[in-house]
């Protein structure tokens, strides 16, 4: 667990929080990947918040402490097989539950990567990417977010959430599941983050 813990930490380091207030932004970028959506759901009824569940309650939080700010999600399906229902078609479903005008929310459905949020988001009506943006992702995945949105030509602007790596772990701090966890999390960053820099494979 330390092993890991430690490489996390890294990566969640990097970015952080912007100060003051956050008039200058027009919007929130939301990063996919925070909605677990079941076989065998329909219109995106039945999901469930995942791990990374803060970027879904932190943009609503953000919603309404600024009413100017705009919603953008982006996420498709995760699945090989195409099952019509995309993880955009569940956040609209949790947005609409609690609360936030349909009108404030724009959606892009068919993204699978984060290179694909960030290419893919840009086409959505309405949108600007070189208007001011806040990115909101998890603060381990922001690295590998920002190098691939800035690489796209967005003008966004960090705002790290779901932070897991808090303190330092104990060298007796031991568990096979929960450090397999933590591995393939962070390998999948860091293997992203070498390869764009590397070779420029921005689909990672």
Not at 10 to 22: C, F, I, T
Not at 89 to 98: E, L
Not at 107 to 125: D, G, H, K
Request: aromatic share 10%; hydrophobic share 40%.
């Amino acid at each position: 667990m330390p092993l890991p813990n430690a490489v996390q930490r890294s990566l969640e380091s990097q970015y952080a929080m912007p100060a003051g207030r956050l008039t200058p932004y027009v919007g929130l970028v939301v990063l996919g990947g925070d909605i677990d959506v079941p076989r065998g759901a329909h219109d995106g009824k039945g999901f469930v918040l995942s791990g990374n569940g803060q970027r879904m309650t932190t943009s609503v939080a953000l919603s309404r402490q600024y009413p100017h700010l705009r919603l953008l999600f982006t996420g498709g399906q995760s699945d090989i097989i195409d099952r019509g229902i995309s993880v955009a078609d569940a956040a609209r479903a949790y947005y609409a539950s609690v609360g936030v005008p349909p009108d404030r929310v724009l959606y892009e459905r068919a993204a699978r990567t984060t290179y694909e949020n960030a290419i893919l988001s840009a086409s959505v009506p309405g949108v600007d990417k070189t208007e001011p943006w806040l990115l909101v992702t998890s603060a381990d995945h922001m690295p590998r977010s920002m190098a691939l949105f800035r690489a796209a030509g967005w003008n966004v602007t960090p705002y790290p959430v779901d932070y897991r790596a808090v303190g330092n772990t104990p060298w007796t701090d031991y568990s096979l599941r929960r450090g397999a966890v933590r591995w393939r999390l962070v390998l999948h960053e860091v293997v992203g983050l070498g390869a764009f820099s590397a070779l420029g494979l921005a689909s990672f």
